[in-house]
Structure formats: C-alpha cells, structure tokens
C-alpha cells in the first residue's frame, strides 16, 4: 500500500488490513449519534435546524464543522392524549441520533412508509434528542422535579412531599371547581382549614365578643 496519511500503520501490508483500512472508512461515513445544538426550533411544527458539536478532523489534523441539518423532528415524550413538551432555544444542547432508513415519506403521513430513498444510518434522517447537560441546579432532596435551571421555579417530589415553589407575584389555578382536601392547611402558618375560628375581640361597648366557629 502506498503512504495515506489516514492509514492506521498496523493495517498496512496484508488484506486483512486492507479490509480493516475499508471498514474503517465506511463507519467513519456511516451517522449515529453526537452532541448538538439548536440553530433555530420550529414549535408549531416540531421541527429544529441542528448544528452537530463533534468537528471532522481531515487527514492533515485540520478541523471543520460539520454541515448544519435542517428540518429535524424533535423528541417530544407523550401518550394517551397527553404530551410533555419544552420551547427550546437556540443555543440549547442534545443529541442527534440517526435512524436507520429514510424517514422522509413516514414524515409526511405518519404511516407505514417504504424508504424514498436508499440513504441509511444518515443524520439527514435524525432525531433531536434535548438533554440539559450542564447549567442547573437541583437540590439534593428532590427525588423528581420539573423546573427552572436555575431551581427558583419548580414542582417538586419525594417520598414525602410535593412542593410547588414560584418566584413569580401570581399562581394562576383555572378550573371550574378547586377541592382541597386536607386535615391541616395553613396560610404562613396560620390556620385557614375547616376547623379555623376568627378571634372577636370586643365590641364597641367593650364587651367581649364570642369567637365565630369554624366554618360549615
């Protein structure tokens, strides 16, 4: 063989390196997963531009980017009529995963679909999987939590609380009919439960009056 600068020197001289050099090169060309970002995220339609975050190093140790991906379906966690889904922004982190054959034509109806192409294993064909890999903070008695980064906004769970916390002014509840159902509940530490009396005092003769009883 003569002196490529990609060649592995354990794989020159015979067929079994030659073969060795061959496969080589075709899982360099064949997708599969790496770290990325968020160029720009489509909500309505669920569709992202994806910028891969592991560079392509040429044989002569110069790096580039890799091509930016556009139209990438984003993973978004869901079933029985509900769906858990995020906002991302430009800039947020995840993974690109390719499949395994073109998605094209199953992208349009959702339905079983032959390949409309012969591409395989291709991040043209990928999925946008977000992961927040650094820049939060959880505290260390949240056994789940769904929250802000920084943990100022959040709901909360161990195994023996849920905690709802709010930075904001407002909590907004909308239902036609809020029950709560409790043997204690207190508002900063004050009683307002079923069993809460309101102090009288006396009135304005200076008689004492009887505290009310709790409500029925």
């Known amino acids: 063989m003569s002196n490529y600068p ?7 001289g015979d067929l079994v390196g030659a073969f ?9 060309n064949t997708d599969g997963m790496l770290p990325a970002k968020i160029i720009n995220y489509d909500r309505v339609k669920n569709r992202a531009i994806i910028q891969p975050l592991i560079k392509i190093v040429a044989t002569d140790g110069t790096q580039y980017d890799r091509p930016i991906i556009a139209s990438i379906p ?3 966690i869901g079933g029985g009529g509900f769906i ?7 800039g947020d982190l995840g993974w690109i995963k390719a499949n395994d054959r073109d998605i094209s034509l199953f992208l349009k109806n959702y339905t079983a679909e032959a390949p409309n192409t012969g591409r395989v294993k291709n991040f043209s064909d990928g999925v946008f999987i977000p992961d927040v890999m650094t820049g939060y903070n959880i505290s260390s008695g949240d ?32 239902a036609t009919g809020v029950n709560i159902i409790s043997t204690t509940l207190t508002h ?5 439960g079923d069993t809460h009396t ?3 005092g ?10 009310t009883g709790y409500p029925k």
């Open 6 to 12: 990609s060649l592995n020197p354990a794989n020159k």
């Open 188 to 192: 900063n530490g004050v009683n307002v």
């Open 143 to 174: 056994t789940a939590v769904l929250q802000s980064l920084d943990g100022s906004i959040k709901i909360s769970l161990n195994s023996s609380l849920v905690t709802i916390k709010n930075k904001a002014t407002e909590v907004d509840i909308s």
């Open 84 to 90: 858990l889904s995020f906002n991302l922004a430009k």
């Open 74 to 76: 984003v993973l978004q």
């Open 202 to 211: 006396a009135d304005s003769a200076g008689n004492t009056e009887q505290d």
């Open 198 to 200: 309101h102090p009288q």
């Open 20 to 28: 060795n050099h061959i496969l080589d090169k075709h899982e360099k």
